[in-house]
């Protein structure tokens, strides 16, 4: 679809009255302006593609939370690059980071559908040190100690961290 910057001219109603009061000169450059008018194409939507980057979460308290991630699921703290206090950031791998955010004091509600997942590939491994740490987990119908069984195969248990956010653990797919 072409849409045109400038409408055209219904010439046949002006040029009489400009033949009285303008040149010749002047005429063609009127008779060529409509022709200078550039099309405008109607644009598609420009294809891109996006990345996850990072997940952020309000917490109460920015060091139990740090404590927590980096004893429980074994994240690395790196760099906060806002450089503001009561935020830390822990790594999620592939450049992918989780932000703990303390600064937030309005109510957060949690339910279980809103979570973050992570797969392992030791899967018993990690169910070991949740019963050594004796952190609770559940499967999604909230089953204690129970370790639910996909259709697919995988596994997958959950829990929360100090704040009540849902972490889901899972299995990684058996190729």
């Known amino acids: 679809m072409v849409n045109y910057q400038c409408k055209l001219i219904e010439l046949h109603y002006i040029i009489p009255f400009y033949l009285k009061k303008y040149t010749m000169k002047k005429i063609g450059f009127l008779l060529l302006f409509p022709l200078s008018c550039s099309p405008i194409w109607a ?4 294809s891109f593609s996006l990345t996850l980057n990072h997940n952020a979460i309000s917490v109460k308290d920015v060091n139990r ?6 004893n429980v699921l074994h994240l690395q703290e790196i760099t906060n690059r806002t450089e503001k206090e009561g935020i830390r950031w ?11 955010i303390s600064t937030i004091k309005e109510p957060v509600v949690i339910n279980k559908a809103v979570h973050i997942a992570f797969t392992t590939p030791a899967f018993d491994n990690f ?3 949740l019963n050594e740490k004796k952190i609770i987990y559940s499967d999604w119908a909230g089953t204690l100690n129970k370790i ?6 995988i596994q997958q248990v959950y829990i929360q961290d100090p704040d009540g956010y ?6 990684a797919e058996k190729k």
Request: hydrophobic share 40%.
């Open 127 to 129: 169910i070991n040190v």
């Open 166 to 171: 849902w972490i889901e653990i899972n299995s």
């Open 148 to 153: 639910s069984l996909r259709a697919d195969g």
């Open 90 to 100: 822990m790594s999620l791998g592939d450049g992918k980071e989780l932000h703990l």
């Open 65 to 70: 939370s740090v404590l927590f991630y980096k």
């Open 43 to 46: 644009q598609e939507a420009t």
